[in-house]
């Protein structure tokens, strides 16, 4: 698929230098690479910078509430399992507002892709911490240091077996294509925690900051080996691990669910004699 | 058989087997072509506390529960002390040999001889109750065969055994309980309660997927899909919390599949953001609200007509909906059927307003019709029109206010559904005159909403003296209260509102004014549909007659509070 198909939207509110310019870039090479048309996507977001994601792109959109990015999208598959269905949110809309519907996603098993613009802080509202900004950091809100520890999204997914679990940075373009194509192309909910420098609210954790520590997982690290990913996944310092940290092959619910072979639901028409014999259960 | 018809109360402990009793004793009756209303007051608890199964039972329609007790079947003591006072003059009770009938007129049962086990006591009791009453007993007996069946040949012997030597036991006391007079209803009725009908009333109208939470009394809907619904196409989700529920209805219907989500007052509160956004992105989404006394937790298994307000302003911002608030089982199949039209019509939330006593209580339904039932509106399906894989004007300025609704997939244009405000196509923006324009094109919804609003029920009686306004369940034990005012001479009329918004007064406003006197009668402390009335007409009852104790209206309260 040509890239140019999804659009390029030159007019976005993300500042010059944002992460999130470089995660779209990244996001429409990794459909181009994996020729999906923009008709065949459904793209899902809440609420912060990173939500605002599906109007700068050409792609079926969803933009619903701050944190309820991933109901929608797993129903949506639940409803059309032939789309590919992608949330992209950040980590206050991820891990904070939403973060039930994270750990119930986790194990609902979804064949979907969330991406979640992690920049440790929150953009839309100038400069709150939120909840993966390291304790201590101060912030606008937080002028003598957080006070909570620290949300570890990877150790999360991967202590709850999280059917596929990544973590990437927007400062490499071609890793970040990787995990996402390797996200969609995996069959369950699959999470790619990326790093996406906020330039103007998060003076600690920059493109500096990530680009020393990120490193790619050495080739030897074996993503099914869920010890040895719980281990990797807890590196949160001088050096972070970026790659594939999990995966595993549980089926996905929408693979589970017999109405869901004979294509979308929308389409299917109603029962009437079925409807009719339910009727008699009753009598 | 006397006005009221007969009062049958099975009451005990929360695991005693009585809605085992009500619920069979229900079906042997409505299939021996008796008319009847259930109600259940059970409390909030698995095991112990007090329960009630109240099943009056008639030979002529009926729509009410009633009082007085014409048999009360006692499964332990605080059952005999609580309502012994409550029954009817020539009541009975039956009951354990071993329990103290405390001066009551009692048919004394010695259960422990007749079941080998006490888990046979529940077929003992409606061996009992079968004879007493008179219920045909074949009919009973192919009730007990079919329940367990299941179970095997030797299960349904012994539970047939006990049935046998129950009745004939019974055969001996039958003086002390005059028979039900011969049933004059058709056969092949469902036994069907609110929730059921909805869920029925659902699927007749092509709902493909159902989010929930878990909360009395809305469970139940969602269970029937689960259990009886999955083999029509339905996919049910136990979503995580209410605000899941609701954001994953939006998401279905924006996949074009119909998509239904059934609580309560607390749970919805929960889902008023994604009201909110449903009123933006313009998504359908039915609403099952069932209505249970608050605040916050209140009575939880009890009922009330409380949530009116909560239904009419949940949400924030400004934009259309449409509130259906069913008065009988028959409605509540109708009115969740036409639910699903308005929603996919005018493409905002639409509500089915119901309350826990109309959700519990069975009644003997005729099978509907499907093939009577009107067409259900659709998203547009077909795969022309748009530009390719650029959007579409998802929410195109139109007269009526409805813009075309693609779905997602089955065309090569793209679907952009927004939480801001945005433009035509869709995308975020701060235009004023765009943001005016796309505020009057939803609000313009509502016009259309109006137009086809349900006119409230209005009985026979033309200028009465006395007319009573209510909405919902109240309808029943309303036109009841009325038919006794009737027998006492009173000149009463009855206007039951099954839609409570939008409201068009050219419908009733006439009426509400000719009367000379209105009076209000709701489930709720503030009178919340009067108020309504009031502020979209002007015209202010006489009075309310209010009820907020959690517990049922029935034709005597209200009789003797309108004398």
Same mark, same amino acid.
């Given at each position: 698929?040509? @890239?140019?198909?999804?659009?390029?939207?030159?007019? /976005?509110?993300?500042?010059?230098?944002?992460?999130?310019?470089?995660?779209?870039?990244?996001?429409?090479?990794?459909?181009?690479?994996?020729?999906?048309?923009?008709?065949?996507?459904?793209?899902?977001?809440? @609420?912060?910078?990173?939500?605002?994601?599906?109007?700068?792109?050409?792609?079926?959109?969803?933009?619903?509430?701050?944190?309820?990015?991933?109901?929608?999208?797993?129903?949506?598959?639940?409803?059309?399992?032939?789309?590919?269905?992608?949330?992209?949110?950040?980590?206050?809309?991820?891990?904070?507002?939403?973060?039930?519907?994270?750990?119930?996603?986790?194990?609902?098993?979804?064949?979907?892709?969330?991406?979640?613009?992690?920049?440790?802080?929150?953009?839309?509202?100038?400069?709150?911490?939120?909840?993966?900004?390291?304790?201590?950091?101060? /912030?606008?809100?937080?002028?003598?240091?957080?006070?909570?520890?620290?949300?570890?999204?990877?150790?999360?997914?991967?202590?709850?077996?999280?059917?596929?679990?990544?973590?990437?940075?927007?400062?490499?373009?071609?890793?970040?294509?990787?995990?996402?194509?390797?996200?969609?192309?995996?069959?369950?909910?699959?999470?790619?925690?990326?790093?996406?420098?906020?330039?103007?609210?998060?003076?600690?954790?920059?493109?500096?900051?990530?680009?020393?520590?990120?490193?790619?997982?050495?080739?030897?690290?074996?993503? /099914?080996?869920?010890?040895?990913?719980?281990?990797?996944?807890?590196?949160?310092?001088?050096? @972070?691990?970026?790659?594939? @940290?999990?995966?595993?092959?549980?089926?996905?619910?929408?693979?589970?669910?017999?109405?869901?072979?004979?294509?979308?639901?929308?389409?299917?028409?109603?029962?009437?004699?079925?409807?009719?014999?339910?009727?008699?259960?009753?009598? | 058989?006397?006005?009221?018809?007969?009062?049958?109360?099975?009451?005990?402990?929360?695991?005693?087997?009585?809605?085992? *009793?009500?619920?069979?004793?229900?079906?042997?009756?409505?299939?021996?072509?008796?008319?009847?209303?259930?109600?259940?007051?059970?409390?909030?608890?698995?095991?112990?506390?007090?329960?009630?199964?109240?099943?009056?039972?008639?030979?002529?329609? *009926?729509?009410?529960?009633?009082?007085?007790? +014409?048999?009360?079947?006692?499964?332990?003591?605080?059952?005999?002390?609580?309502?012994?006072?409550?029954?009817?003059?020539?009541?009975?009770?039956?009951?354990?040999?071993?329990?103290?009938?405390?001066?009551?007129? %009692?048919?004394?049962?010695?259960?422990?001889?007749?079941?080998?086990?006490?888990?046979?006591?529940?077929?003992?009791?409606?061996?009992?109750?079968?004879?007493?009453?008179?219920?045909?007993?074949?009919?009973?007996?192919?009730?007990?065969?079919?329940?367990?069946?299941?179970?095997?040949?030797?299960?349904?012997?012994?539970?047939?055994?006990?049935?046998?030597?129950?009745?004939?036991?019974?055969?001996?006391?039958?003086?002390?309980?005059?028979?039900?007079?011969?049933?004059?209803?058709?056969?092949?009725?469902?036994?069907?309660?609110?929730?059921?009908?909805?869920?029925?009333? %659902?699927?007749?109208?092509?709902?493909?997927?159902?989010?929930?939470?878990?909360?009395?009394?809305?469970?139940?809907?969602?269970?029937?899909? *689960?259990?009886?619904?999955?083999?029509?196409?339905?996919?049910?989700?136990?979503?995580?919390?209410?605000?899941?529920?609701?954001?994953?209805?939006?998401?279905?219907?924006?996949?074009?599949?119909?998509?239904?989500?059934?609580?309560?007052?607390?749970?919805? %509160?929960?889902?008023?953001?994604?009201?909110?956004?449903?009123?933006?992105?313009?998504?359908?989404?039915?609403?099952?609200?069932?209505?249970?006394?608050?605040?916050?937790?209140?009575?939880?298994?009890?009922?009330?007509?409380?949530?009116?307000? !909560?239904?009419?302003?949940?949400?924030?911002?400004?934009?259309?909906?449409?509130?259906?608030?069913?008065?009988?089982?028959?409605?509540?199949?109708? !009115?969740?059927?036409?639910?699903?039209?308005?929603?996919?019509?005018?493409?905002?939330?639409?509500?089915?307003?119901?309350?826990?006593?109309?959700?519990?209580?069975?009644?003997?339904?005729?099978?509907?019709? !499907?093939?009577? !039932?009107?067409?259900?509106?659709?998203?547009?399906?077909?795969?022309?029109?748009?530009?390719?894989?650029?959007?579409?004007?998802?929410?195109?300025?139109?007269?009526?206010?409805?813009?075309?609704?693609?779905?997602?997939?089955?065309?090569?244009?793209?679907?952009?559904?927004?939480?801001?405000?945005?433009?035509?196509?869709?995308? *975020?923006?701060? +235009?004023?005159?765009?943001?005016?324009?796309?505020?009057?094109?939803?609000?313009?919804?509502?016009?259309?909403?109006?137009?086809?609003?349900?006119?409230?029920?209005?009985?026979? +009686?033309?200028?009465?003296?006395?007319?009573?306004?209510?909405?919902?369940?109240?309808?029943?034990?309303?036109?009841?209260?009325?038919?006794?005012?009737?027998?006492?001479?009173?000149?009463?009329?009855?206007?039951?509102?099954?839609?409570?918004?939008?409201? +068009?007064?050219?419908?009733?406003?006439?009426?509400?004014?000719?009367?000379?006197?209105?009076?209000?009668?709701?489930?709720?402390?503030?009178?919340?549909?009067?108020?309504?009335?009031?502020?979209?007409?002007?015209?202010?009852?006489?009075?309310?007659?209010?009820?907020?104790?959690?517990?049922?209206?029935?034709?005597?309260?209200?009789?003797?509070?309108?004398?």
């Amino acid at each position: 698929m040509d @890239i140019e198909v999804y659009g390029e939207y030159k007019k /976005t509110s993300w500042c010059p230098g944002c992460g999130n310019h470089d995660v779209m870039k990244a996001v429409r090479q990794a459909l181009a690479g994996l020729d999906l048309a923009p008709n065949r996507v459904a793209h899902v977001s809440g @609420i912060g910078q990173a939500a605002k994601a599906p109007h700068y792109i050409d792609l079926n959109g969803f933009n619903g509430l701050h944190g309820r990015g991933l109901p929608p999208a797993q129903a949506i598959k639940l409803c059309n399992p032939e789309l590919t269905v992608i949330a992209q949110s950040g980590d206050g809309c991820n891990y904070g507002e939403g973060g039930n519907h994270f750990l119930a996603a986790i194990r609902r098993n979804v064949d979907m892709t969330l991406l979640v613009h992690d920049n440790q802080i929150y953009g839309l509202t100038k400069g709150q911490a939120s909840p993966t900004t390291p304790e201590g950091q101060i /912030t606008k809100s937080q002028p003598d240091g957080v006070r909570n520890a620290p949300f570890n999204p990877v150790a999360v997914a991967v202590a709850m077996k999280c059917s596929f679990v990544a973590r990437s940075f927007s400062g490499n373009t071609p890793h970040l294509v990787k995990m996402i194509q390797l996200a969609i192309q995996h069959k369950g909910f699959a999470l790619v925690d990326l790093f996406s420098p906020c330039v103007s609210f998060n003076k600690v954790n920059t493109f500096g900051w990530y680009k020393q520590r990120c490193q790619e997982l050495p080739e030897d690290h074996d993503p /099914t080996d869920w010890a040895a990913a719980m281990q990797v996944a807890q590196e949160f310092g001088e050096r @972070i691990p970026v790659g594939v @940290i999990y995966r595993n092959d549980r089926p996905p619910l929408d693979a589970s669910l017999p109405v869901l072979q004979k294509g979308p639901l929308g389409r299917q028409p109603v029962d009437r004699d079925g409807l009719r014999a339910l009727m008699q259960s009753y009598t | 058989m006397s006005h009221t018809g007969r009062n049958i109360v099975i009451g005990g402990e929360a695991g005693q087997g009585l809605v085992t *009793i009500g619920q069979m004793l229900t079906k042997a009756l409505i299939r021996s072509g008796y008319e009847v209303v259930v109600s259940q007051d059970y409390m909030s608890r698995v095991r112990g506390g007090h329960n009630t199964y109240s099943i009056r039972v008639h030979d002529a329609p *009926i729509a009410a529960p009633a009082e007085a007790m +014409d048999v009360l079947v006692a499964l332990n003591q605080e059952t005999v002390s609580l309502h012994k006072h409550e029954l009817a003059d020539g009541g009975i009770v039956i009951l354990d040999a071993g329990l103290d009938p405390e001066g009551t007129k %009692a048919v004394p049962v010695p259960f422990k001889d007749l079941s080998p086990r006490p888990i046979f006591e529940n077929v003992a009791a409606l061996g009992v109750l079968g004879s007493l009453l008179g219920v045909d007993r074949p009919t009973m007996e192919g009730l007990v065969r079919e329940t367990f069946g299941k179970k095997g040949d030797e299960v349904v012997g012994q539970n047939m055994k006990v049935l046998d030597d129950a009745w004939k036991w019974a055969e001996a006391h039958r003086a002390s309980c005059a028979a039900l007079p011969a049933p004059k209803g058709p056969k092949g009725r469902m036994m069907l309660h609110g929730n059921e009908a909805i869920a029925l009333g %659902a699927l007749a109208a092509g709902v493909k997927f159902c989010s929930f939470y878990p909360m009395t009394p809305a469970t139940s809907v969602a269970q029937e899909l *689960i259990t009886k619904g999955r083999k029509l196409g339905v996919v049910v989700e136990q979503a995580e919390d209410e605000i899941a529920a609701i954001n994953m209805a939006l998401g279905a219907t924006y996949a074009g599949a119909k998509a239904l989500v059934p609580t309560s007052g607390g749970g919805f %509160a929960l889902m008023t953001e994604g009201v909110s956004l449903a009123g933006v992105m313009e998504a359908p989404v039915v609403i099952v609200l069932a209505q249970r006394p608050g605040p916050a937790t209140g009575l939880p298994t009890r009922t009330e007509q409380a949530d009116l307000n !909560l239904a009419l302003y949940a949400g924030h911002g400004e934009f259309p909906r449409a509130i259906l608030a069913p008065a009988t089982i028959e409605d509540c199949f109708h !009115l969740t059927h036409a639910a699903f039209d308005l929603t996919e019509r005018f493409q905002t939330p639409v509500f089915v307003l119901t309350d826990q006593y109309l959700s519990d209580s069975y009644r003997a339904v005729v099978p509907f019709d !499907l093939d009577a !039932l009107p067409p259900v509106a659709e998203p547009d399906f077909s795969p022309g029109g748009g530009p390719k894989f650029k959007r579409y004007k998802r929410y195109e300025l139109t007269e009526s206010g409805v813009s075309p609704r693609k779905v997602p997939g089955f065309t090569e244009t793209l679907v952009l559904a927004d939480c801001h405000e945005h433009t035509e196509q869709g995308n *975020i923006t701060e +235009d004023a005159d765009l943001r005016n324009a796309m505020n009057d094109k939803r609000l313009r919804k509502g016009e259309g909403l109006r137009a086809l609003c349900i006119p409230p029920r209005v009985s026979d +009686d033309a200028n009465p003296d006395l007319l009573l306004v209510c909405w919902g369940s109240s309808e029943g034990p309303v036109a009841e209260a009325a038919e006794l005012l009737r027998d006492r001479g009173r000149s009463v009329g009855v206007m039951s509102f099954t839609q409570v918004w939008p409201l +068009d007064p050219a419908q009733f406003l006439p009426a509400l004014q000719a009367a000379k006197e209105v009076v209000c009668v709701e489930g709720n402390a503030t009178g919340q549909f009067a108020r309504l009335l009031r502020q979209e007409t002007g015209f202010e009852v006489s009075r309310t007659l209010l009820r907020y104790d959690g517990r049922i209206f029935t034709p005597k309260w209200l009789a003797e509070r309108l004398e």
